[in-house]
């Protein structure tokens, strides 16, 4: 006879098998894979006298103490979210970087036939890397900034991380605006380094309004630990010297022509 | 009227109330959101203590879970469940205070806060007819802190996907919700966990079992 395997068993008594009949009409004539299975049960009966304590009969009430004096006098609905002017903000800079792309893109298709594509390629990784550059020199300054962030003495408990973290959500918005774009573009290099960036972004804006030092501690070790800041500033120095190479060069004017024809 | 229909009516009662509380706290009633708060509150705090396994992380949670909530409140949709949604926004925070507590201990290698609870919650002394012996209570505390050990080994998925699995009992595809993972792959965590317990935990509960049948125990 076939038995049970523990998977099938575990699944069997957690109640997420997919075969249930078939493994319960197995156990009734299987006195191993049930003796297999009280083991199993009575592992999880001892986890289950672990106790969990009673907060107590007002627990509710002492829970809303201490968060009504945190809350906003009114909670916003998602379309409210959009409206806020930081978020108008970071999608008014993505919109821009849109129609500066595709406003390149048709001014170069009405010059010269020969490099047209080429140039309309090069106009459009000129934009990506601009405001790439921007968003990367933006989040290096904030990651800076909560690296050296330090509570003002040593008896503070708590240091107030809002600004780094309203910061952080803006952030993490473009940055996942620039990393598919970088995906769509094929650059595998900078979405890593923006995929990267994206979690340790998304940390920042997870993590408490008011965090202990050791909290802060913690975020700061994973920033560390992570080389993100390093890893920024190769990536934003790379895309300077590509901003350098995909400049155009200086249009010749008729002055310029007319000295060449001289010659 | 049964008491399962009995339940089912006061579950789908509590919805309802919930859903109204909710409308008046978007148009501006902050108070009531307060009834959502006094009335989810030890459900959310039970998941949480149960993730974090401690009291002090899992207030927190519980305070940020409702926090969270209630700026998000404008993303919650009219047809859902309060209840069910603010616990997943805990199961959330609390898998990121577990990380972090994780990082913390591994730093400052601080020992384990096994007695954190003291004897009150020892789990043999809420047997009422047993009367602990010397032995029984070793034996106890002996096993309650290889358990706690146990699920302190296990990653934040295991820990997670086993607590909401096991005690909760969560629908799979609501652990897959909170885990960001597939159906298939939450049953895995969740026998991963079970198994993992289990190793570490059978070699006790056989000599327990041992003990009793030999009559060391009372």
Same mark, same amino acid.
């Given at each position: 006879?076939?038995?049970?395997?523990?998977?099938?068993?575990?699944?069997?008594?957690?109640?997420?098998?997919?075969?249930?009949?078939?493994?319960?009409?197995?156990?009734?004539?299987?006195?191993?894979?049930?003796?297999?299975?009280?083991?199993?049960?009575?592992?999880?009966?001892?986890?289950?006298?672990?106790?969990?304590?009673?907060?107590?009969?007002?627990?509710?009430?002492?829970?809303?103490?201490?968060?009504?004096?945190?809350?906003?006098?009114?909670?916003?609905?998602?379309?409210?979210?959009?409206?806020?002017?930081?978020?108008?903000?970071?999608?008014?800079?993505?919109?821009?970087?849109?129609?500066?792309?595709?406003?390149?893109?048709?001014?170069?298709?009405?010059?010269?036939?020969?490099?047209?594509?080429?140039?309309?390629?090069?106009?459009?990784?000129?934009?990506?890397?601009?405001?790439?550059?921007?968003?990367?020199?933006?989040?290096?300054?904030?990651?800076?900034?909560?690296?050296?962030?330090?509570?003002?003495?040593?008896?503070?408990?708590?240091?107030?991380?809002?600004?780094?973290?309203?910061?952080?959500?803006?952030?993490?918005?473009?940055?996942?605006?620039?990393?598919?774009?970088?995906?769509?573009?094929?650059?595998?290099?900078?979405?890593?380094?923006?995929?990267?960036?994206?979690?340790?972004?998304?940390?920042?804006?997870?993590?408490?309004?008011?965090?202990?030092?050791?909290?802060?501690?913690?975020?700061?070790?994973?920033?560390?630990?992570?080389?993100?800041?390093?890893?920024?500033?190769?990536?934003?120095?790379?895309?300077?010297?590509?901003?350098?190479?995909?400049?155009?060069?200086?249009?010749?004017?008729?002055?310029?022509?007319?000295?060449?024809?001289?010659? | 009227?049964?008491?399962?229909?009995?339940?089912?009516?006061?579950?789908?009662?509590?919805?309802?109330?919930?859903?109204?509380?909710?409308?008046?706290?978007?148009?501006?009633?902050?108070?009531?959101?307060?009834?959502?708060?006094?009335?989810?509150?030890?459900?959310?705090?039970?998941?949480?203590?149960?993730?974090?396994?401690?009291?002090?992380?899992?207030?927190?949670?519980?305070?940020?879970?409702?926090?969270?909530?209630?700026?998000?409140?404008?993303?919650?949709?009219?047809?859902?469940?309060?209840?069910?949604?603010?616990?997943?926004?805990?199961?959330?925070?609390?898998?990121?205070?577990?990380?972090?507590?994780?990082?913390? @201990? =591994?730093? %400052?290698? +601080?020992?384990?806060?096994?007695?954190?609870? *003291?004897?009150?919650?020892?789990?043999?002394?809420? !047997?009422?007819?047993?009367?602990?012996?010397?032995?029984?209570?070793?034996?106890?505390?002996?096993?309650?802190?290889?358990?706690?050990?146990?699920?302190?080994?296990?990653? @934040? =998925?295991? %820990?997670? +996907?086993?607590?909401?699995?096991?005690?909760? *009992?969560?629908?799979?595809?609501?652990?897959?919700? !909170?885990?960001?993972?597939?159906?298939?792959?939450?049953?895995?965590?969740?026998?991963?966990?079970?198994?993992?317990?289990?190793?570490?935990?059978?070699?006790?509960?056989?000599?327990?079992?041992?003990?009793?049948?030999?009559?060391?125990?009372?």
């Amino acid at each position: 006879m076939k038995h049970m395997t523990e998977e099938e068993l575990i699944a069997f008594r957690e109640g997420v098998a997919e075969q249930r009949a078939v493994i319960s009409e197995h156990l009734a004539a299987c006195e191993a894979c049930r003796g297999e299975l009280k083991r199993i049960q009575a592992v999880l009966a001892a986890l289950d006298t672990l106790p969990v304590p009673d907060p107590g009969a007002d627990y509710g009430r002492r829970v809303w103490r201490e968060i009504a004096p945190r809350l906003a006098e009114k909670p916003v609905r998602w379309w409210q979210v959009w409206m806020q002017p930081r978020r108008l903000a970071a999608a008014g800079a993505v919109v821009a970087l849109i129609i500066v792309a595709f406003v390149a893109g048709r001014i170069t298709k009405r010059g010269n036939t020969g490099d047209n594509v080429a140039n309309k390629e090069q106009v459009r990784e000129r934009v990506l890397v601009v405001a790439v550059g921007e968003h990367l020199g933006h989040s290096e300054r904030m990651l800076v900034e909560l690296s050296n962030a330090a509570p003002n003495n040593p008896a503070q408990k708590e240091i107030n991380i809002s600004a780094e973290q309203r910061r952080a959500e803006d952030l993490l918005e473009e940055n996942r605006l620039y990393r598919q774009t970088a995906l769509q573009e094929g650059d595998a290099g900078l979405a890593s380094v923006l995929d990267e960036l994206e979690r340790v972004l998304l940390d920042v804006a997870h993590s408490p309004e008011e965090v202990t030092p050791v909290q802060l501690e913690a975020i700061q070790k994973k920033i560390e630990g992570r080389g993100i800041l390093f890893k920024v500033r190769v990536v934003n120095k790379g895309l300077q010297q590509r901003q350098e190479a995909t400049k155009p060069a200086p249009a010749q004017n008729e002055s310029t022509k007319r000295e060449r024809n001289k010659v | 009227m049964n008491r399962m229909q009995q339940s089912v009516e006061s579950t789908q009662a509590i919805a309802e109330s919930d859903a109204i509380a909710v409308e008046r706290t978007l148009a501006g009633d902050r108070d009531a959101y307060r009834v959502l708060v006094e009335r989810h509150s030890h459900t959310v705090f039970r998941l949480a203590y149960r993730m974090t396994g401690n009291r002090h992380d899992a207030e927190e949670v519980v305070q940020e879970a409702f926090l969270r909530g209630y700026q998000k409140l404008g993303q919650f949709a009219a047809r859902s469940n309060f209840g069910t949604w603010v616990y997943r926004i805990a199961a959330n925070y609390a898998i990121d205070r577990m990380r972090q507590r994780q990082k913390e @201990e =591994a730093r %400052r290698e +601080a020992p384990r806060a096994e007695d954190r609870d *003291g004897m009150e919650n020892d789990p043999l002394n809420r !047997v009422k007819d047993e009367a602990p012996t010397p032995e029984r209570l070793t034996q106890s505390i002996e096993l309650r802190k290889q358990m706690e050990q146990a699920l302190a080994a296990l990653s @934040e =998925a295991e %820990r997670t +996907a086993f607590v909401m699995r096991h005690w909760e *009992g969560c629908g799979i595809e609501e652990i897959a919700e !909170v885990l960001k993972s597939s159906s298939n792959a939450t049953k895995n965590t969740v026998f991963r966990a079970v198994q993992k317990l289990r190793r570490a935990l059978q070699p006790f509960v056989e000599t327990k079992a041992q003990a009793r049948a030999m009559g060391t125990e009372s």
